[in-house]
């Protein structure tokens, strides 16, 4: 079977080593355009690097997802450059983290935010613009085996992911009279390949 997404333009959140870098390349080798998302710049401009290098297109898009102005900033980058957006993956995330006796308030509630919010800004932006457009596009939520059946040593981290999945059915419902697809993607645990 033949795929192509060839013309279509991808943005990925959290795009730095790993899981986010890996699909950005591989959306890249498919044919899309890619905008890769991450908080540190050097890791955003690194996945644009690593993209172009493999003959795709990409630019880097830094920013943090749980800023409604950088968000819509750094998608307006995208719209300018390319002109529109037809595939959001929601990766950005922060791993780690401890059990529930020992988490830190601080950080529980900063990686809840930045799925939480991460997930809500980009999805309500790329969506508004896709159903403004007519763009019959897709929304990818990268979700976990934690999401579905929490582990011990993590507790923030199981949290976040199993919203993200409640998440995902309702945002499909919200944005299927548009023709948008908001799906999640399950991977397990990857090597870092950077």
Same mark, same amino acid.
């Given at each position: 079977?033949?795929?192509?997404?060839?013309?279509?333009?991808?943005?990925? /959140?959290? =795009?730095?080593?790993?899981?986010?870098? *890996?699909?950005? !390349?591989?959306?890249?080798?498919? %044919?899309?355009?890619? $905008?890769?998302?991450?908080?540190?710049?050097?890791?955003?401009?690194?996945?644009?690097?690593?993209?172009?290098?493999?003959?795709?297109?990409?630019?880097?898009?830094?920013?943090?997802?749980?800023?409604?102005?950088?968000?819509?900033?750094?998608?307006?980058?995208?719209?300018?450059?390319?002109?529109?957006?037809?595939?959001?993956?929601?990766?950005?995330?922060?791993?780690?983290?401890?059990?529930?006796?020992?988490?830190?308030?601080?950080?529980? /509630?900063? =990686?809840?935010?930045?799925?939480?919010? *991460?997930?809500? !800004?980009?999805?309500?932006?790329? %969506?508004?613009?896709? $159903?403004?457009?007519?763009?019959?596009?897709?929304?990818?939520?990268?979700?976990?085996?934690?999401?579905?059946?929490?582990?011990?040593?993590?507790?923030?981290?199981?949290?976040?992911?199993?919203?993200?999945?409640?998440?995902?059915?309702?945002?499909?419902?919200?944005?299927?009279?548009?023709?948008?697809?908001?799906?999640?993607?399950?991977?397990?645990?990857?090597?870092?390949?950077?």
């Amino acid at each position: 079977m033949e795929i192509s997404l060839r013309n279509k333009v991808a943005v990925v /959140t959290g =795009a730095g080593p790993n899981i986010g870098g *890996g699909i950005a !390349l591989a959306l890249a080798r498919y %044919g899309a355009r890619v $905008a890769c998302n991450d908080i540190d710049p050097t890791a955003a401009r690194a996945a644009a690097a690593r993209i172009e290098r493999n003959d795709g297109t990409a630019i880097a898009i830094p920013g943090d997802v749980t800023d409604e102005d950088q968000v819509t900033g750094y998608l307006r980058t995208v719209i300018d450059t390319w002109g529109r957006i037809d595939i959001l993956i929601n990766n950005a995330a922060l791993l780690g983290g401890r059990g529930v006796l020992d988490e830190s308030t601080e950080f529980f /509630t900063r =990686a809840v935010q930045v799925a939480a919010l *991460g997930n809500f !800004l980009n999805t309500k932006h790329v %969506g508004r613009h896709m $159903a403004e457009r007519g763009i019959r596009g897709s929304i990818v939520a990268i979700s976990s085996s934690n999401g579905w059946s929490g582990t011990a040593g993590v507790i923030a981290y199981a949290f976040h992911k199993g919203g993200v999945n409640n998440f995902v059915r309702a945002a499909a419902m919200d944005l299927a009279p548009y023709g948008i697809r908001v799906n999640s993607f399950t991977p397990t645990a990857p090597t870092p390949d950077n």
